[in-house]
C-alpha cells in the first residue's frame, strides 16, 4: 500500500519556467491537500480539493494552480516559477467527516527556483 | 478565524529528560487538536489527536497530551526522551466540522543530545 505518492522528489527550475507536481493516493479519499513548508513558517495550504472536479483556495495560493481530474490524483502547477516559490511541498489525503481521519502525507518534493 | 501559536520555535534536551512542547490555538467555536512529527526527509505522520471525551490524550512513541480548554492550550509532553525523537513537531487545528482544512502552528524542533 503506496499511500501518497509525489513525483518529482526534487527539482530545480529557472525562473519563469513551468512545471506540474504530481500527487497520487490509493485510499480512495475525498480530500486532498497540496502544502509548501518554508523554515520557520510552518505548513501553509495552497489548494485543496474536496472532491474529483472541485478544488478551492487555501491561505497561499497566488502562483499556483491545480487540478483533480481524477480521483486519485492532484496536481499542483507553477506556470511561471520564481525564486519566491523555492520551497518543499506536501500532498496530504484524508476521508471527509468528523475529524477522526489524518492527514496522509507525502514524503514531499523539494523545488528550487534559480 | 482561529489560528496555532507554538511557543517554542526550538527545544534542546538531553536524552531521558522529560519534555513539554506548548501548543496555544484561538478558536470561537469548538475545534480538534493534533500533534504531528516530521522526521528528516519526510512527510508528517500522526502523532495524536483531541476530539473529545477525556482531555488527556496519548499518542504514539510515548507521547501525550493534554487539552486545557480554560487556557486554550494544547501541550505535547514526554517523560523522557530518546535520541530518536529528534524531529519537528507541528501542532494543528481543524475547526469542529467536515470540510475544512488543517491549520498549522509555525513548528518546533525538538533536539535530543546524549
Known amino acids: 500500500n503506496a499511500g501518497v505518492t509525489q513525483t518529482p522528489k526534487f527539482r530545480v527550475l529557472k525562473t519563469g519556467q513551468s512545471m506540474t507536481l504530481l500527487c497520487a493516493q490509493d485510499?480512495?479519499?475525498?480530500?486532498m491537500y497540496w502544502y509548501r513548508q518554508d523554515p520557520g513558517m510552518g505548513l501553509r495550504l495552497i489548494h485543496y480539493s474536496v472532491g474529483e472536479g472541485t478544488t478551492a483556495k487555501g491561505e497561499v495560493p497566488d502562483g499556483y494552480n491545480v487540478s483533480r481530474l481524477k480521483k486519485q490524483n492532484f496536481l499542483l502547477g507553477l506556470e511561471s516559477a520564481a525564486p519566491s516559490q523555492t520551497s518543499v511541498y506536501f500532498c496530504?489525503?484524508?476521508?471527509?467527516?468528523?475529524?477522526?481521519?489524518?492527514?496522509?502525507f507525502g514524503n514531499g518534493t523539494r523545488l528550487t527556483v534559480t | 478565524a482561529q489560528s496555532v501559536t507554538q511557543l517554542d520555535s526550538q527545544v534542546p534536551v538531553f536524552e531521558e529528560a522529560p519534555v513539554e512542547l506548548r501548543c496555544n490555538y484561538s478558536s470561537s467555536v469548538s475545534v480538534y487538536l493534533f500533534w504531528y512529527v516530521q522526521y528528516p526527509n519526510q512527510g508528517l505522520q500522526l502523532l495524536l489527536k483531541?476530539?473529545?471525551?477525556?482531555?488527556l490524550v496519548k499518542g504514539i512513541n510515548g507521547f501525550e497530551a493534554e487539552f486545557n480548554k480554560s487556557q486554550t492550550s494544547f501541550h505535547l509532553r514526554k517523560p523522557s526522551v530518546h535520541i530518536s525523537d529528534t524531529a519537528e513537531y507541528f501542532c494543528?487545528?481543524?475547526?469542529?466540522?467536515?470540510?475544512?482544512?488543517?491549520?498549522f502552528g509555525k513548528g518546533t524542533t525538538l533536539s535530543v543530545s546524549s
Open positions: 494543528a487545528v481543524l475547526l469542529n466540522q467536515a470540510g475544512t482544512a488543517l491549520i
Open positions: 485510499m480512495n479519499h475525498e480530500y
Open positions: 496530504a489525503s484524508n476521508q471527509p467527516g468528523t475529524g477522526d481521519s489524518p492527514l496522509h
Open positions: 483531541y476530539l473529545s471525551g477525556s482531555t
